[in-house]
């Protein structure tokens, strides 16, 4: 009996133990407010810090731009840390994710971290409400310095973000990884739908696989070339313009808008590469014959315009829909907009061509 309980004593005393020294190492976390990072995707420094624009700067802008303009689509903090573990805690508004989009890419994040020469997935952000989350993106990593790029919710505002390292780690600010500006304007493909995560939006995915800064100025459902649009981008200091606009007006705008966006930016910008694209082929149009003749249409009126355009204009470009998406009907989340494949089929074809074109320039 007394052997027994003498046994049971100890059993409790290890097992009672254990929790303490468990405890004791996990190492505590130093949160710092990503404000005193490194932000970088923006075309404008002013405003509210992760919105895309200041949109009380732009009054005449429509509502609807105006609002999405608050997405923090494109948008990563830069930074450096010898930390082990690299955590955050982050607040967004209260929206709901749609039901073409994973929790991770409308209000999530995910981080990559260099190494061998490339930027590589480290870890994702999962959002544990529609508001406030905190989440531990990885952890167990070897020592030494690693140089970081967190990208930030694709369809929801951020409103506030702290970043996790390591008590006693360093967190500093990052440089831009990213050279020149080239502004990429168009619809919900363009802001990043459907990508699973936000550095899989394909503007995001050709700045780490080219090493160009391409800034995400994609508005779901109203990227549709308005004038006042138009006035707004033109006179941002760029070094190339990428238009993939065809898929969110009616074909009627796309004609009637088309040139006036090409022109509205040439004054401002004589002679840098614009580069428009056709919209991707909706595989809802595979059985559904109304929705192939709409999107045929619209690519008709805007491979129409372009080529009027570049009989006066030699620094204008068109890269065709064919092939955007394969020919399988397995590039889409919802018939619409691409999946991570989708995105894939269309980088293996815009991007040889953009970076053919930015040579000629020397970009």
Known sequence: MA????????????????????????????FTDARKLTLIGKAWNDGPFY?????????????????????????????????SKITAKWCTSRRVPGDNMTGIAF?????????????????????KTHDCSDAVIVEQMASGEKTCLLFLPTYDETISLEIGVDSGAT????????????????????????????GLAYPARISRETGYNFINLGFSGNGKMEPEVANMIAPLPMDAFILDCVPNPSAEEVLARTANLVNTIRKFHPKVPIIAIESVAREKGNFDQDVAARVAQKNGYFKQEIEKLQK??????????????GDDQEGTTDGIHPNDLGFDRMLQKIRPVILKIFARYGI
């Open 3 to 30: 052997k027994s309980l003498s046994f049971s004593l100890i059993i409790c005393f290890i097992f009672g133990l254990v929790p303490g020294i468990w405890a004791q190492q996990q190492s505590p976390l130093t």
């Open 51 to 83: 919105h895309r624009l200041d949109t009380a700067a732009y009054p005449a802008i429509p509502r609807n731009v105006k609002y999405l303009a608050t997405n923090s689509a494109g948008l990563a903090i830069s930074f450096k840390t010898n930390s």
């Open 107 to 127: 209000e999530g994040m995910d981080l990559y971290i260099r190494r061998d020469q490339r930027w590589q997935y480290a870890g994702v952000a999962r959002p």
């Open 312 to 325: 006066r204009d030699s620094n204008l470009y068109l890269i065709s829909a064919d092939g955007l998406l």
């Open 171 to 198: 967190l500093v600010p990052g440089g831009n990884p990213f050279r020149k500006n080239i502004l990429v304007y168009g619809s919900s493909i363009v802001q990043g739908a459907s990508a699973s995560r936000p």
